[in-house]
């Protein structure tokens, strides 16, 4: 069996592959515990954004702290992957215009509840991985 390189992407394959998806996931501190936290998310320029619920943990936890932010995809019949990784601040989004701006994506979220919130990870570090297939 011939070994399969790591690839590591450039920015741009990078922001590709988020624009690509619709679901990852957000990782952070509740209290003194970790968290990983499944999200529906969308891109605003090259920041992720998404919506949450007024008095949950997250949207309680993250204001103004650093995050992680993960996606990542697997070919179970090629065994191709790629992973990208976001590392950025988490801030709320209060302004109008870019509220409307994030209404334009049409992010649309499993949740049944309302999520009035919404929130960008402000993209400090970015960086990507793939396997290509067997």
């Known amino acids: 069996m011939t070994a399969r390189k790591l690839e590591r992407l450039s920015e741009e394959e990078c922001l590709g592959l988020?624009?690509?998806a619709t679901l990852g996931r957000v990782s952070l501190r509740i209290d003194e515990s970790p968290a990983i936290l499944?999200?529906?998310y969308a891109m605003l320029d090259d920041d992720v954004v998404f919506k949450t619920a007024a008095g949950s943990k997250l949207s309680a936890a993250i204001m103004g702290i650093r995050v992680a932010f993960e996606v990542d995809?697997?070919?179970e019949s090629t065994g191709a992957a790629w992973s990208v990784l976001v590392v950025g601040y988490a801030e709320e989004i209060r302004d109008e215009a870019t509220r409307a701006r994030?209404?334009?994506?049409?992010l649309e979220s499993w949740s049944p509840s309302d999520l009035p919130f919404v929130v960008r990870i402000d993209t400090r570090q970015i960086s990507g991985r793939r396997i290509p297939p067997r």
């Open 73 to 75: 995809q697997v070919d």
């Open 38 to 40: 499944p999200i529906n």
């Open 102 to 106: 994030v209404d334009a994506l049409g």
């Open 18 to 20: 988020l624009r690509s």
